[in-house]
């Protein structure tokens, strides 16, 4: 009798171990390939732009925190920046050099924690560890600086709720002197294993025309080779003040736009981070953190589209204001939404192992997806 | 290019009378375009070389009472490093808009939640679903005059409130 063999279709999540976070995929295989795996999103939808709604200005910014809960500081910031463009608020500088000092450590963190859950969704438990372990320390950092280990909460309309607590550009120093070798020792233990590097080149290549065409950002437009950066090429802030490189994948261990190229990327990422936080330290100015802001925040009628560059590539705000102290409509376009709706064309095709490091290493966190 | 700029050359092509532009607003300039054009507009945009807008940014369904709803594209280049924003309004009765899926590909997860929050259909979508919501959800809850229904498969939608029990 011939053995009958005919296309399943498999459940993956909502709940999974390496679905990072609460998302559904309706894979369908025959046998060990993948014809399609389409994700079912919406698991975590909390509606937050209908808050955004209700809300009034300040009262929202503990919200964007939730939307992106890795990224909280790059998320409150591109909040704050909105309404600030919309009401033509001056930030004061040491404000600014605050927020970008929150941001780059949240990036830190963020890449962290992202290339660590990729090489253990591929099998390796003990990079995940290293990199939870040095998650900690920056954690203790933001905890130093505002309060909270995750949802900061610390980027005002016109600027940061606190200054820095007495000891912190000492305490920072000290941490980013010793973090540096932990990374040259992640690397050696992680970039050249040969298990690692074949279990993710060559996997999951997003071409540079099919990034654009779906609207990747950050790690994952710059890991298909398209050297775009928010913060060098549209500055913000004051990282035209800043000397850093911008990371682009080259395809050095496989095809360009890989699995490997996206955390290759997020690893010098986190390097050129380190380096922009040793200038801050260095540039920050004297001065007050908060603008002279009015009580109620009313922009006036308009409307203004701000992107960041976010641990998770270029977060989008888009605001319409009609006049009062609510706005009228509030969209938060996110990195992980866009990153998420490729996986259906690249997985065509796979191994449904690699299904797995694929979402790993486009990084997508499921609170960013819903909102 | 400066709007202006990217207004003029939009002008040039399709005539003044079809793109309509607001300047008394704060913030960034927009430009209203009929609904009918959308396609083809933004095959221009995207195809023409002066302004070779790659990418859609961004894509949001907003609700304009009393009677309508509008689609707001953010274009971008990444080559020429401008941005265009292009909007579209149509009747709440008839929520109709053209889908640009075929033009940037991430319009369609974009579309369908404009879609799912909003009720604005996409004629030519390929897969127009619900994506936030259950498939079986009653109405689109970004529209201003939205209700919350009492209850959702015999789950009640609400409690009585610890601090103020009179409102219930």
Redesign the interface.
Known sequence: MAIQTQEMMLNMGPQHPSTHGVIRFVVKTDGEVMSEAIPD??YL?R?I??IGEICDFNGFMPYTDRADYLSAMNANQGYAMVVE??MKIEVPRRAEYLRIIASEFNRIISHLLAVGALAMDVGAATPFLHALKEREKVNDLMEALCGQRLTYNYVRIGGVSYDMPPGFTEQSLSFLDKFEPIMQEFERLVSDNKIFVERVANVGAISRE?A????LVGPNLRASG?D?DLRR??PYSIYPELDFKVCVGRGEKGTLGDCYDRYIVRIREILESVKILRQCFIQIPEGPTLADMPKSLK???????V?TESSRG?I?Y?L??DGSTHAF?L?I?TGS??G??IIQ?ISQGMMIADLVALIASLDVVAPEI?R | MSFEELIQTLQGKFGAESLVTTTDRAGDPFVMVPAAKIVEILTFCRDDASLAFDCLSNLTGVDAPPDDAEVVYHLFSYSKKHSLTCKVRVPKSNPHVSSVEKIYPTANWQEREAFDLIGIIFDGHSDLRRIMLPEDWIGHPLRKDYKEAADYHGISTSRPSLLYPEKG
């Open positions: 999103v919406g939808h509606s732009e209908k463009k919309l099919d654009i065409a779906y609207n398209v775009w090429d549209m922009p006036p009628i308009g409307e203004a589209y992107r270029d989008g888009y319409i204001s409509r969209r376009r939404f866009t998420m709706s064309k819903d």
